[in-house]
Structure formats: structure tokens, C-alpha cells
């Protein structure tokens, strides 16, 4: 009954004297629509009418659906079906005012019915109204909710991740305006619009008006669709999780657009391709949009955990959900930060993460035992790479079992010394959870198991009379319920006994989607050991759901495979179970990603009829990374009373508040991978307000090459916020030390820079923590509507990211090259951060440039700092514990337009405290440089928050593009009037205050003559 048709489980089957492969679940006949309802769809809008295979014009027609005999030819490119619906449903004005809206506090209401059977939705389980709610919740943020008021336990993911405290009057002054349709029974419309400053016409930011690009509003139980108008020159980005160009593209070859679908996969990292079905391991359906011309911008955010196709094509953009409620957030910027800003405003702002987390970390899977493990830790320390975290992957359990360590390969006896000296010396030790609980092991022989299932933690089956079984890494597995409160602890208590045993500093969640590896359900339990799952209410949604399962079981067997009927071959090849009237979980009537090939949504997961505390997984699928991640994060606070380090594979909007980091998944050592990888970085830092993210560096699978590694480990070096190399099992290893001796002092110098500029990254972090300012961003965020002469438009740069105030990093990114293109913005002037060298043709240009930049495979990443910033920075030790004690610094690159000044801020606080920011135990300490042309100049220290407890002491300042000085010639300083030593060194003006260095707490004059 989902999917619009006829249930009728008494037909007797073949072996009841019945006829054979009559189905119990078939469409009704329907008139065929008219010519014009079919014309007026245009192919990318075309919804699938005949998933299932074998379609034709009669079974098309007797859907009441149109046909195009052209559509269902297959390509001779590929062999496969065209993107485009052959048999599609007509077109449908959808839903329309009852009336002309009301006012509220926040706005205004309006309730839609569907004015005649030409209106009503594609599978016909359309609620008789649905409420729409537009509330001007702040100056910048418009909320648009709509809703079946005779479904109110309707799922509502909104509760779980918004952070904005509820509105309760409308904001006083509205950057968005709204306008509804408010004539009945016109096809309904919304018009968000966004007037400007300067008189010029006002940007429309949403528009749903039905029309030639597509049709109107459809709201069903399973199935909701709506629709907005696209400028001409908008560029559009996020929608993830996706391996994409930054730009998302809205053409394809066969004139459908691009779909992409969202919904959290167990994928690996394919290409996005252009029919959907290439979603991986996180959902965020967050769209930001561009106008390049005039620099503005602004955002979509739907919160919605259920699965869909966004379907972009140029002019219109169309979002196909499968469930729930839309709760849709319409963001006004206008300046791309200030998008940014506002989506963290929404969702919550990320936690900081500890201060060893921005350093460089190694791992494998495939550290066999520990003696190869030790050898590994010996390598580096003998090669001097700095390092300040090791991770271990599901080799260390025993059978792949979580909280366990093989006491063969890895016994305490072994590792214990191991993980002592790490500790001693500075270095973290981690490593990998995966959700899946063996279960099929009698009690007494695993606790984790058996302590679960006393607390009831596990995801139950569709009856609820069992656990939802399948096959992982330890073989058969049950799967912890995250929302369920009872997890807490249970969690933390097995996350408090591992710590005791291995001293884990931090946790890597992976396989989370969740992920399975196998069908493998072989373990039972007991039904005495299972409390009475909650019993459906009479009359209520799961007692018709009942029902008609009795029905089905009355009958003496499953539903038969669909012949002509919409269920079973045409997805799976199998049957399935209808859950009951109008709500099907396994089976929905619309599947997203069905052109690019999806065939179940359960593929690589859990059954989506399978209970949570909150009703089916199929409402929550895409939360249990996140959920998970919430748990583990209160577990990991509770066992270290320390700010967690937890990376985790799958992610939802809000993933990051309470500090917690992404990798971008199973990438490939190639050259494709790595590039893919800086616009991975910057989809998660600036799009989803995931700012810890980094790719597996030199690459997860396959094995990995001299020039391909020591590329990508300056790519993360300077451009990813978490720098962790990491290869899969029976891959050559990879760590830094076992590579040719270039190489190595290649990779060695990387990772010395990384760790000088913590204290830049660690300011950045703090600066997001604070107000969601992006860590690392595309050009585009800094410079809008900057293009050239010449035609070099930055938004649709994404082979280059600004990190921090005011860094660029341009790695190369090709293979054999030994120089790369690099657009520099308008910034006044460009340096090289390596040579404090200004970029030759960049000092006061106001236009964008490119130049073409020398960089052999061992010489430094591509690395730049804006004219008019100044960086902390700080020194360089084995590993951040040691660096944190050593004297702390700046580094100034003077802008020639403002004076020869510059400026910046250093952040500093204990690096692990888990309230440093809320308590304000930190120091925050600004800088102003300045430069004359008779070759003296000035830096003025001012702390703004001096409660750090024990913060460095600041002793030294670089300077770049300081005027009057020349290499070698004497140079004066003083620091508060005390002596220090000053030098020219090339282009850089060093001055070192040796024992006369005074605490970031204080304010500091330093002062310098030529």
C-alpha cells in the first residue's frame, strides 16, 4: 500500500488450488493520463513509475503513467539504462492552499489539501492536509516546516542535532522575506527572497512556484517532493557525502542532471556519477549556492535523517525524501562565511579537539605483531620524524573482537612496554571500535556481549522479539542501540576496562554506517532473555501494520514474488514482507540512487524494519554513526576527564559539536585519490562544519609509490586539518622512514612544519569553536566575486584551500610534474611562506592572478600567507608535548597597501581540557607589526584572555617584507626594553629574545632599529 496499490493476501497460491504468480500486492487500474500531463515533464524531472524491470506501454499505462519508448533504449555507450524514467508519472500541480496564510509570532501558517485526483501524489498515500509553518527565527535564518497534522509521532529528526535555541517571536529584521501562493486551489508556491543594499534587485533564494522545470509539493508518508527554481549563473556546493569536484555539476550527457543521493553507505570512495547511488558514509543534506557575479551567497539545510535523490539540472533543483517531515532552513549570509557561520549557529559549533590531534599520526592495518609494531615506533624515532599519535586497526583484537588484544600477537606482556615508552615520550596510543558485538559465544566467554545484553543495549529485529543479527569482521554480530539510554553506560564501562588495560588516548570509529560484511544472523537468544517488546496501540499506524502481518502469516506463507506488481525482482530479485498500509521500510515505494543502480536499502547494512528505541532504523540509519559518536564522546570525557580525539567514518549535520573529526574513507594510492582529496577536506571543513578532516594519507588501498607519498604528505602537511598516514592490510608499508633518503628529509621537513604551525591551527579551531569561521576553506570563501581579466573564476577553483587567517596551500597534483598553476586572489601582496619572497606581480593587485610555480617532487608543498597576516607558531620537537614547552613565536608578512602592518591572534589553553573555553582558562593574545620605510618598526603584544594557567613564553618574531633592511646588516631590538638579538636572514627580519622572553599573558613592546 505504499507504493499506491491494491493488498490482497487471500488470493490463494498454486499449492491452495490458486493461480500461480498472482501477486497479493498490485496496482489498481488507472485511466491513462493525457498527452499534456506527459509533455510537461521534462526528462530530469521524470519520476520512475515501473521500477521494477520488463516495463512496457501497456503496464506502463494501466499505472495511469506516460511512456517514452526512446527512454528505454539502452545506452550503446555502456549497456545500461539511460538516467531518464521511461515509464513516469504526468505531471501534478500538487498541493494548494486551503486559504491564504495566517499570521503568527514567528511568521506565518498556511494549511494545503490536494485539490482533485490530478493533485495527489505518485503512490497515492497523500495525507488530507498538510500544515506549513514559515518563522523568521533570527535576521539571517528562515525556517519552513511542513506537516501532516493527523501524523504527529511522524519522524522528526530536528530534536536530535539542532542546537538553536527555539524562536519565539519573529526576528526583527529579516535579511529573507516570504511570500505563499494565496489563492485556493492555485498550485502552491513559496518565494524566499533576499533584497540588497545597494538597489539592485533582490536575490530569490527559493522558489517552488510549479511550472515547466517541475511540478508542485507532494507530501505522502514515504514520499515527499519539493522543488525550487535555480539562477542562471549560481554555483552550487555540498550535498554530501560525495567524492566530487567542489563545484557540483548540474549537466550530465543525457540530459537527466545529476543525482545525488544522500544517505549513509559502506561504499568505499567511487566518483560521484550521474545518476546517483554513489553516496558514502555521511549525510548531509546541506546546498550552498553562489552568484559569482555578485558575490553572495547562501544555503539550503534540510534536516532530514530519512533517504533521498537531489536532483540538480540547470534552471531547477528537485529534493525526493522518503519519509519523515520537511524541516527546511533557509540560511541569507550573504557572504559565503557568513553562511557558514550561520549553518553552525544552527547545527552547533565543533568542539575544540586536544592539541596532539593537529600533529602528525601514523597507523596500518596490518601491524602484525608487536614486534613489527615496535619496529615501526623505533623506524621513526631513529629516522627523527616528529609524531604525536600511533593507531592500531582490528589486527590487535583477538578474533576481531572489540575491547579484546590478541594474547598472542599483541599480549600485555608484549605491548605493555611498548605503550609505555610512547606514553613516556610524549607520543598517544589509539585505536579502532567497530560497532558490531559478536554474539553467537555462550556466556561467560565474552563480557562485552554478555554485559549488553543484560542492559538490552542491541538493535532489535522487525518483530521485536530478537536482535538484528548480521555478519562483520568477528563473524555473526548484534549492534548497540545509541539512542537507547542504557547504552551510556554499558559503553563507557567497557571503554573504562580497554583504558585500563592499553591507555587508548583516543578512539577511531569506523564501520558505522552501520556496515555489514555478510548475511550471516546466526545467533539466537533465548525469548525468556528478552523483555516484552512495547505493544502497538489500538488503531494506531503499527497496529494496522500488525495486522496485516498476521494476515500475511494466516495465509500459511510470504507475499510471492511480484509479477506485474511493483514488489520484489525489479530491486532485489527476492521477495519481501509489506510491513502494512502505507509505510513499507524495506521496500518504499520511491528507492533513491535506483538509476545509478541501487537495488536495495539495505544494501551493506541492518534491515531498515529493524527496531530502535525510536521506532524503525529505516527513520534513523543515517544517525547511527552520530549517535554512536555522542556516546562515545560523554564515554571517552567520563574515563579521561580530557577533551575526546574520535574520528568517525559516518557523520550527520552536527557531528563535530562535540568535537569530533571524519576521514574521508577506503581511498586508493593514486594520484585521482589524492586530488579528490583537497576537495574532500574542504566539502567537510567548510560545508558540514566537520573541520578535523583529513584524508588516508599516500593513500588506504593498493600500494602506494616514493613520488605519490611524499606529494601527499606535504598535501596534508599543510592543507589538512587531520594528518594521519594509514594503508590496508598486505599493502607494502608506507610509514615515512622506509623510503629513499630525499624522500625521507622530504616528508621529515613537512611534518617539522606541520608541527611549527600548531599554534596557527590550534587559533583556527578556537576561532570555529567560537563562531563556526571555517578552519580551511575555498578561495572563493575569502573572495566571492573575484575574478580577472583573463577569466579566472574562483568559484570553481578546488585544487587550492586557504587555511587559517590567511595561508594557501597549492600542492601538487600531478604525477611527473615539477610545477602547477596557482591562482593567487587579490590580497595585496602574496608570500611564500618557506622564503618570505613576495610572489612576483602580486603586490597591489586587485585583480586575481595565476602564476606558474617550481616545485620538483622533494621540494616544499606549494605554501602561502596573504600580505597583512601574522601566524603563531611555535617550536619544533619530537612531538607536540615536548613543542608546547619550547618558546612560542610569530610570524608577520607585511602588507605594502596598509602601511607595512600586519595582524593576528594566538590561542593557547592546556590542550586537553574539556571546559578551558566555557571556563576561560585560556589566553587569547593579539599582535600588531608594523614596518617603516628607515628600516625600524614595531610589535605591539596585547592579551585579550590571559587565563591560561601556564601558557609558553613568547620569545620570538619573524618578520617579512619589513622596509630598510639588508641582509647582513647589524639590526637592533629590544623586547619591553630588554636586549635581543635581531638578524636579517634572507627575507625574513629574525628576532630572538633569548632569556628575556616574557609570558603570552603579558602585554610586550617589541621595537627594532637598522
Known amino acids: 500500500m505504499a507504493h499506491g496499490c491494491c493488498w490482497d493476501p487471500t488470493s490463494p497460491s498454486a499449492e491452495q488450488g490458486g493461480v500461480a504468480g498472482v501477486p497479493w500486492c498490485f496496482y489498481p487500474?488507472?485511466?491513462?493520463?493525457?498527452?499534456?500531463?506527459?509533455?510537461?515533464?521534462?526528462?530530469?524531472?521524470?519520476?520512475?513509475?515501473?521500477?521494477?524491470?520488463?516495463?512496457?506501454?501497456?503496464?506502463?499505462?494501466?499505472?495511469?503513467?506516460?511512456?517514452?519508448?526512446?527512454?528505454?533504449?539502452?545506452?550503446?555507450?555502456?549497456?545500461?539504462?539511460?538516467?531518464?524514467?521511461?515509464?513516469?508519472?504526468?505531471?501534478?500541480?500538487?498541493?494548494?492552499?486551503?486559504?491564504?496564510p495566517t499570521t503568527t509570532?514567528?511568521?506565518?501558517?498556511?494549511?494545503?489539501?490536494?485539490?482533485?485526483?490530478?493533485?495527489?501524489?505518485?503512490?497515492?498515500?497523500?495525507?488530507?492536509?498538510?500544515?506549513?509553518?514559515?518563522?523568521?527565527?533570527?535576521?539571517?535564518?528562515?525556517?519552513?516546516?511542513?506537516?501532516?497534522?493527523?501524523?504527529?509521532?511522524?519522524?522528526?529528526?530536528?530534536p536530535l542535532v539542532r542546537a538553536a535555541p527555539a524562536a519565539t517571536r519573529r526576528a526583527p529584521s529579516p535579511l529573507l522575506q516570504a511570500a505563499t501562493t494565496e489563492t485556493t486551489g492555485a498550485p502552491w508556491g513559496l518565494v524566499v527572497t533576499r533584497p540588497n543594499a545597494d538597489g539592485?534587485?533582490?536575490?530569490?533564494?527559493?522558489?517552488?512556484?510549479?511550472?515547466?522545470?517541475?511540478?508542485?509539493?507532494?507530501?505522502?508518508?514515504?514520499?515527499?517532493?519539493?522543488?525550487?527554481?535555480?539562477?542562471?549563473?549560481?554555483?552550487?556546493?555540498?550535498?554530501?557525502?560525495?567524492?566530487?569536484?567542489?563545484?557540483?555539476?548540474?549537466?550530465?550527457?543525457?540530459?537527466?542532471?545529476?543525482?545525488?543521493?544522500?544517505?549513509?553507505?559502506?561504499?568505499?570512495?567511487?566518483?560521484?556519477?550521474?545518476?546517483?547511488?554513489?553516496?558514502?558514509?555521511?549525510?548531509?543534506?546541506?546546498?550552498?549556492?553562489?552568484?559569482?557575479?555578485?558575490?553572495?551567497?547562501?544555503?539550503?539545510?534540510?534536516?532530514?535523517?530519512?533517504?533521498?535523490?537531489?536532483?540538480?539540472?540547470?534552471?531547477?533543483?528537485?529534493?525526493?525524501?522518503?519519509g519523515g517531515i520537511v524541516d527546511l532552513y533557509l540560511l541569507a549570509g550573504p557572504s559565503p562565511v557568513e553562511v557558514a557561520e550561520q549553518y553552525a549557529e544552527l547545527v552547533g559549533k565543533p568542539g575544540m579537539p586536544p592539541y596532539f590531534a593537529l600533529g602528525f599520526h601514523l597507523c596500518r592495518w596490518g601491524y602484525d605483531n608487536a614486534t613489527y609494531f615496535d619496529s615501526i615506533v623505533k623506524g621513526m624515532a631513529a629516522a627523527d620524524m616528529p609524531i604525536d599519535a600511533y593507531w592500531h586497526d582490528i589486527d590487535l583484537f583477538e578474533e576481531h573482537r572489540d575491547f579484546t588484544m590478541d594474547p598472542v600477537r599483541f599480549g600485555e606482556a608484549q605491548?605493555?612496554?611498548?605503550?609505555?615508552?610512547?606514553?613516556?615520550?610524549?607520543?598517544?596510543?589509539?585505536?579502532?571500535?567497530?560497532?558490531?558485538?559478536?554474539?553467537?559465544?555462550?556466556?561467560?566467554?565474552?563480557?562485552?556481549?554478555?554485559?549488553?545484553?543484560?542492559?538490552?543495549?542491541?538493535?532489535?529485529?522487525?518483530?521485536?522479539?530478537?536482535?538484528?543479527?548480521?555478519?562483520?569482521?568477528?563473524?555473526?554480530?548484534?549492534?548497540?542501540?545509541?539512542?537507547?539510554?542504557?547504552?551510556?553506560?554499558?559503553?563507557?564501562?567497557?571503554?573504562?576496562?580497554?583504558?585500563?588495560?592499553?591507555?587508548?588516548?583516543?578512539?577511531?570509529?569506523?564501520?558505522?554506517?552501520?556496515?555489514?560484511?555478510?548475511?550471516?544472523?546466526?545467533?539466537?537468544?533465548?525469548?525468556?532473555?528478552?523483555?516484552?517488546?512495547?505493544?502497538?496501540?489500538?488503531?494506531?499506524?503499527?497496529?494496522?501494520?500488525?495486522?496485516?502481518?498476521?494476515?500475511?502469516?494466516?495465509?500459511?506463507?510470504?507475499?510471492?514474488?511480484?509479477?506485474?506488481?511493483?514488489?520484489?525482482?525489479?530491486?532485489?530479485?527476492?521477495?519481501?514482507?509489506?510491513?502494512?498500509?502505507?509505510?513499507?521500510?524495506?521496500y518504499?515505494?520511491?528507492?533513491?540512487?535506483?538509476?545509478?543502480?541501487?537495488?536495495?536499502?539495505?544494501?551493506?547494512?541492518?534491515?531498515?524494519?529493524?527496531?530502535?528505541?525510536?521506532?524503525?532504523?529505516?527513520?534513523?540509519?543515517s544517525l547511527y554513526g552520530i549517535t554512536e559518536t555522542r556516546v562515545t564522546a560523554a564515554a571517552m570525557v567520563s574515563v579521561t576527564n580530557e577533551r575526546p580525539l574520535i574520528i568517525s567514518r559516518s557523520s550527520f549535520p552536527s557531528h563535530s559539536r562535540t568535537g569530533a573529526g571524519h576521514w574521508l574513507g577506503d581511498n586508493t594510492a593514486t594520484w585521482h585519490d589524492m586530488a579528490m582529496n583537497v576537495a574532500g577536506v574542504m566539502q567537510f571543513a567548510a560545508f558540514f562544519q566537520v573541520p578535523l578532516v583529513g584524508a588516508d594519507t599516500c593513500g588506504f588501498n593498493g600500494p602506494t609509490n616514493e613520488e605519490l607519498c611524499t606529494r601527499w604528505m606535504g598535501l596534508s602537511a599543510t592543507m589538512a586539518p587531520f594528518y594521519r598516514n594509514h594503508n590496508s592490510i598486505g599493502m607494502p608499508e608506507q610509514a615515512p622512514f622506509v623510503f629513499s633518503a630525499k624522500a625521507q628529509a622530504s616528508m621529515r621537513f613537512h611534518m617539522r612544519q606541520r608541527m611549527a604551525l600548531l599554534p596557527m591551527w590550534a587559533a583556527a579551531f578556537q576561532r570555529a569553536a567560537a563562531r563556526g569561521t571555517p578552519v580551511v576553506r575555498p578561495l572563493w570563501f575569502d573572495w566571492p566575486s573575484a575574478a580577472s581579466a583573463g577569466g579566472v573564476d574562483l568559484s570553481a577553483e578546488g585544487t587550492q584551500a586557504i587555511v587559517g587567517p590567511g595561508m594557501m596551500a597549492a600542492p601538487v597534483l600531478e604525477q611527473g610534474a615539477t610545477n602547477r598553476s596557482i591562482v593567487f586572489p587579490p590580497a595585496g601582496a602574496w608570500f611564500d611562506w618557506y622564503t618570505g619572497a613576495v610572489v612576483p606581480g602580486t603586490v597591489a593587485s586587485n585583480v586575481t592572478r595565476t602564476r606558474v610555480w617550481q616545485s620538483s617532487t622533494y621540494d616544499p608543498s606549494p605554501l602561502f600567507v596573504r600580505a597583512g597576516v601574522a601566524l603563531?607558531?611555535?617550536?619544533?620537537?619530537?612531538?607536540?608535548?615536548?613543542?608546547?614547552?619550547?618558546?612560542?613565536?610569530?610570524?608577520?608578512?607585511?602588507?605594502?597597501?596598509?602601511?607595512?602592518?600586519?595582524?593576528?591572534?594566538?590561542?593557547?589553553?592546556?590542550?586537553?581540557?574539556?571546559?578551558?573555553?566555557?571556563?576561560?582558562?585560556?589566553?587569547?593574545?593579539?599582535?600588531?607589526?608594523?614596518?617603516?620605510?628607515?628600516?625600524?618598526?614595531?610589535?605591539?603584544?596585547?592579551?585579550?584572555?590571559?587565563?591560561?594557567?601556564?601558557?609558553?613564553?613568547?620569545?620570538?618574531?619573524?618578520?617579512?617584507?619589513?622596509?630598510?633592511?639588508?641582509?647582513?646588516?647589524?639590526?637592533?631590538?629590544?623586547?619591553?626594553?630588554?636586549?635581543?638579538?635581531?638578524?636579517?636572514?634572507?627575507?625574513?627580519?629574525?628576532?630572538?629574545?633569548?632569556?628575556?622572553?616574557?609570558?603570552?599573558?603579558?602585554?610586550?613592546?617589541?621595537?627594532?632599529?637598522?
Open 200 to 322: 539592485s534587485a533582490a536575490d530569490v533564494i527559493f522558489d517552488s512556484t510549479p511550472g515547466a522545470a517541475f511540478g508542485g509539493a507532494v507530501f505522502e508518508r514515504q514520499f515527499i517532493e519539493l522543488s525550487t527554481a535555480l539562477g542562471p549563473n549560481e554555483k552550487l556546493y555540498g550535498l554530501g557525502e560525495h567524492v566530487t569536484p567542489l563545484q557540483l555539476d548540474a549537466n550530465s550527457t543525457d540530459g537527466a542532471g545529476q543525482t545525488y543521493t544522500i544517505f549513509s553507505r559502506d561504499r568505499g570512495t567511487p566518483d560521484h556519477a550521474a545518476h546517483g547511488a554513489t553516496n558514502l558514509y555521511g549525510q548531509h543534506p546541506v546546498l550552498y549556492r553562489l552568484d559569482p557575479s555578485t558575490g553572495r551567497a547562501s544555503a539550503m539545510v534540510l534536516l532530514s535523517s530519512n533517504a533521498m535523490d537531489v536532483v540538480v539540472r540547470p534552471g531547477a533543483l528537485t529534493i525526493r525524501v522518503i
Open 872 to 1010: 603563531p607558531v611555535q617550536g619544533v620537537a619530537r612531538n607536540s608535548t615536548f613543542a608546547r614547552k619550547l618558546p612560542f613565536g610569530f610570524a608577520a608578512f607585511l602588507d605594502p597597501t596598509s602601511g607595512f602592518t600586519a595582524s593576528g591572534t594566538a590561542f593557547w589553553d592546556d590542550g586537553v581540557s574539556t571546559d578551558s573555553l566555557m571556563t576561560g582558562t585560556y589566553t587569547l593574545t593579539a599582535i600588531k607589526v608594523t614596518s617603516s620605510a628607515d628600516g625600524s618598526g614595531s610589535a605591539v603584544v596585547t592579551p585579550s584572555a590571559s587565563g591560561a594557567a601556564s601558557p609558553p613564553l613568547l620569545g620570538q618574531l619573524t618578520v617579512a617584507g619589513a622596509q630598510g633592511l639588508k641582509p647582513g646588516a647589524p639590526v637592533k631590538a629590544t623586547i619591553n626594553g630588554q636586549t635581543a638579538t635581531a638578524t636579517v636572514d634572507g627575507e625574513f627580519l629574525r628576532i630572538d629574545a633569548g632569556s628575556n622572553a616574557v609570558s603570552l599573558n603579558a602585554a610586550m613592546l617589541i621595537e627594532w632599529t637598522a
Open 588 to 621: 518504499p515505494p520511491y528507492l533513491p540512487g535506483r538509476f545509478g543502480g541501487e537495488t536495495r536499502l539495505d544494501e551493506k547494512t541492518i534491515p531498515m524494519d529493524s527496531q530502535q528505541v525510536t521506532g524503525p532504523h529505516y527513520d534513523v540509519h
Open 415 to 586: 605491548m605493555g612496554p611498548i605503550i609505555d615508552g610512547l606514553i613516556e615520550g610524549g607520543v598517544r596510543f589509539g585505536g579502532i571500535v567497530d560497532p558490531a558485538i559478536q554474539c553467537n559465544l555462550a556466556p561467560g566467554q565474552y563480557d562485552v556481549l554478555d554485559s549488553g545484553t543484560a542492559a538490552d543495549v542491541w538493535v532489535r529485529n522487525a518483530a521485536g522479539d530478537g536482535y538484528a543479527a548480521k555478519g562483520v569482521w568477528p563473524g555473526p554480530t548484534w549492534f548497540p542501540d545509541w539512542i537507547k539510554p542504557s547504552t551510556q553506560g554499558w559503553w563507557t564501562e567497557q571503554l573504562r576496562t580497554f583504558r585500563n588495560v592499553t591507555r587508548w588516548g583516543f578512539i577511531w570509529l569506523d564501520m558505522n554506517e552501520p556496515a555489514i560484511i555478510s548475511d550471516d544472523d546466526g545467533c539466537t537468544v533465548p525469548q525468556s532473555a528478552l523483555p516484552l517488546p512495547p505493544q502497538p496501540a489500538a488503531g494506531s499506524a503499527a497496529a494496522a501494520d500488525a495486522a496485516a502481518e498476521a494476515a500475511v502469516a494466516a495465509a500459511g506463507a510470504a507475499a510471492p514474488a511480484a509479477s506485474g506488481g511493483v514488489r520484489g525482482a525489479g530491486r532485489s530479485g527476492a521477495a519481501g514482507p509489506v510491513s502494512g498500509p502505507g509505510f513499507d521500510p524495506e
Open 29 to 100: 487500474t488507472i485511466p491513462a493520463p493525457a498527452p499534456g500531463k506527459c509533455s510537461a515533464v521534462t526528462e530530469a524531472a521524470r519520476l520512475d513509475c515501473h521500477p521494477e524491470p520488463n516495463a512496457s506501454p501497456s503496464s506502463c499505462t494501466a499505472r495511469g503513467c506516460c511512456w517514452d519508448a526512446a527512454a528505454a533504449v539502452a545506452s550503446p555507450a555502456d549497456g545500461q539504462l539511460r538516467g531518464i524514467a521511461a515509464c513516469f508519472f504526468p505531471w501534478t500541480p500538487g498541493l494548494a492552499p486551503a486559504g491564504p
Open 105 to 158: 509570532a514567528l511568521g506565518f501558517n498556511q494549511t494545503l489539501v490536494w485539490g482533485d485526483a490530478d493533485r495527489r501524489g505518485p503512490y497515492g498515500n497523500d495525507p488530507d492536509e498538510v500544515h506549513v509553518a514559515v518563522e523568521y527565527e533570527t535576521n539571517t535564518r528562515l525556517r519552513v516546516r511542513m506537516t501532516n497534522p493527523a501524523d504527529p509521532d511522524a519522524w522528526d529528526v530536528t
